[in-house]
């Protein structure tokens, strides 16, 4: 599916106008999605489990509001969050990861601050030692083009 209505913009990347966002896709999966200053999206072309990680990564940014706004588009809200986050837990095998996006669905619908959601999704990209914004910023840079 390639439709740009449904992209939703996480935040601004980096002060030139690259920015990450979400894309819905059939059956209720959902893929990271990149965009360059040309406003044109551009899809992880990653292996699934990258992919899974680039989605937690952009969470814990959206969630900790570590990114600028963007002009890109429509906005993510917390509940498309959300839905990325059932996805992720509802198709996670590993039963730990799995109770991390779920503890973490769980401070949303509570209403904890989002620094609060944050803090239980980064254990899930941990063993990158890398920070979240920096790991999407390395992923705008090498995503091709959505045809």
Request: proline share 7%; net charge negative; aromatic share 4%.
């Amino acid at each position: 599916m390639a439709e740009t209505a449904s992209i939703l913009a996480i935040g601004q990347l980096t002060p030139d106008g690259h920015w990450a966002g979400i894309r819905s896709l059939a059956a209720g999966r959902w893929e990271p999605i990149f965009g360059g200053p040309d406003g044109l999206p551009r899809a992880s072309s990653r292996p699934a489990d990258r992919q899974r990680m680039l989605l937690i990564a952009a969470a814990i940014a959206y969630f900790s509001e570590a990114l600028a706004e963007t002009s890109a588009g429509l906005e993510a809200t917390q509940g498309d969050l959300a839905d990325v986050m059932h996805w992720l837990a509802d198709t996670e095998p590993d039963a730990t990861r799995a109770t991390h996006l779920r503890e973490a669905i769980d401070a949303v619908d509570d209403g904890l601050p989002g620094d609060a959601v944050a803090s239980r999704l980064t254990p899930l990209i941990a063993d990158e030692q890398i920070d979240p914004v920096d790991l999407l910023i390395a992923e705008v840079m090498r995503a091709p083009r959505l045809r």
